[in-house]
């Protein structure tokens, strides 16, 4: 892997300026934050750099503001909760750049921090304007990632400060690339991925990425309805890109080529109707799916299965359920194979890496998440990872 500078990397940074880049684009309802697990997650980095003596200055994006002021979009409204977490006292500064932010700097005192106003105000930030990066590194001493989840992008925040200022991955970045690090660049074999999901066209370029990398691809959700089919499967009403046919063979070949195989369910839990605990649910072999059922999990058979292979395996990456784990009881396939996943990294004989909205949610659902060796929060930043993309924030930090 490219060496990146760490905050181990950095000197005495007393009274030094840091732009920190972190994840504040937190849920909110009825003008509260419900979800603080961004904040938690850059807790870490803004401790040490105040800790060290730095002036710290937040900057986030929040929402899609599109280059226009909004006041429901204004950073100022997660401030609160940001202090709560972190037991610190934020100063709130209205600019990123610029005369008002320089004199609020040299208001701070070393150790102290301050939240600059949300970047996406300025339509430099998503065009990555040189004029805007220089503005705001102006009043700056060095420069922190440790925003992976915004990594996919190439904007002035995420992108462009690394090129102007001496630029240091942040700890939770630094968490996130070791982390896949070892799950795909250079992990321990044999890997096994789980890739699932409601459709195949939404993972095409991870499919075609894994198939060269791991030696089992497990393929649950609806996702493994258009494989079955691709094999001649009836999927009777289940939920099906039939049209994909010719890529999921196209991408089997490719797997069989490259020696990596491919895990389809061979029994399947099946209703008539989607909905919790139907009376028509039932287990059956793929073969035998009536024409009036649609395919709702991944059967006890199979999931034992694939308890087994990932006995065999040293590293695991995981995106997506393998049911329509939402419901009850179609989680139950996901639920079985996350909680063996999770056994296995805690006794360790197994890494597993996961992440990706849904997937965050169904392991903290099968009470698994805690047990993984590292969850990543970031959706299509991980997505992207996982199809071989280059990040532009990560590459950034690289040079």
Not at 21 to 31: E, F, I, K, Y
Not at 283 to 297: K, S
Request: contains cysteine; aromatic residues 6%.
């Amino acid at each position: 892997m490219t060496a990146f500078r760490t905050l181990d990397d950095l000197g005495d940074v007393r009274g030094k300026v840091a732009l920190l880049r972190v994840d504040l684009n937190l849920p909110m309802q009825d003008g509260h934050v419900t979800d603080v697990t961004r904040v938690t997650a850059a807790m870490p980095s803004i401790l040490e750099l105040a800790d060290a003596g730095a002036k710290v200055l937040l900057l986030a994006h929040f929402g899609r503001p599109k280059g226009q002021r909004h006041s429901t979009m204004s950073l100022s409204l997660v401030q609160g909760a940001v202090e709560q977490v972190i037991g610190r006292e934020i100063m709130f500064i209205p600019e990123v750049a610029g005369e008002v932010a320089a004199q609020a700097i040299g208001i701070l005192r070393p150790g102290d921090i301050g939240m600059l106003e949300n970047t996406r105000f300025w339509p430099g930030e998503e065009k990555n304007d040189p004029d805007f990066v220089r503005a705001i590194a102006a009043n700056a001493d060095f420069y922190v990632n440790d925003a992976f989840s915004a990594a996919h992008r190439a904007h002035a925040t995420t992108e462009g400060l690394a090129h102007v200022l001496p630029a240091y991955a942040g700890r939770a970045m630094q968490a996130e690339l070791e982390a896949l690090e070892k799950a795909l660049g250079t992990p321990e074999q044999p890997v096994a991925a789980v890739v699932g999901g409601a459709k195949v066209s939404s993972k095409l370029d991870v499919l075609r990425h894994l198939v060269g990398k791991v030696d089992h691809l497990i393929i649950g959700g609806g996702m493994a309805n258009t494989f079955l089919a691709a094999r001649g499967v009836d999927v009777g009403k289940s939920l099906c890109e039939h049209e994909l046919a010719g890529t999921a063979t196209a991408i089997m070949d490719a797997a069989d080529a490259a020696g990596c195989t491919v895990h389809l369910p061979y029994d399947v839990v099946v209703a008539k109707e989607f909905a919790a605990n139907p009376p028509s649910m039932r287990v059956c072999n793929v073969h035998e799916v009536a024409a009036d059922e649609m395919i709702l999990d991944v059967g006890p058979q199979a999931v034992e299965a694939l308890g087994d292979v990932l006995k065999t395996c040293r590293t695991l990456v995981w995106n997506g359920p393998l049911g329509a784990f939402e419901t009850t009881p179609f989680d139950a396939a996901t639920v079985a194979l996350a909680r063996m996943a999770a056994a296995l990294s805690k006794e360790g004989s197994l890494t597993s890496v996961a992440g990706g909205g849904d997937t965050v949610a169904a392991l903290n659902h099968a009470g698994a998440a805690s047990d993984f060796s590292y969850i990543s929060t970031a959706g299509g930043a991980f997505l992207e990872w996982m199809e071989g993309k280059e990040l532009p924030g990560v590459a950034a930090l690289e040079e």
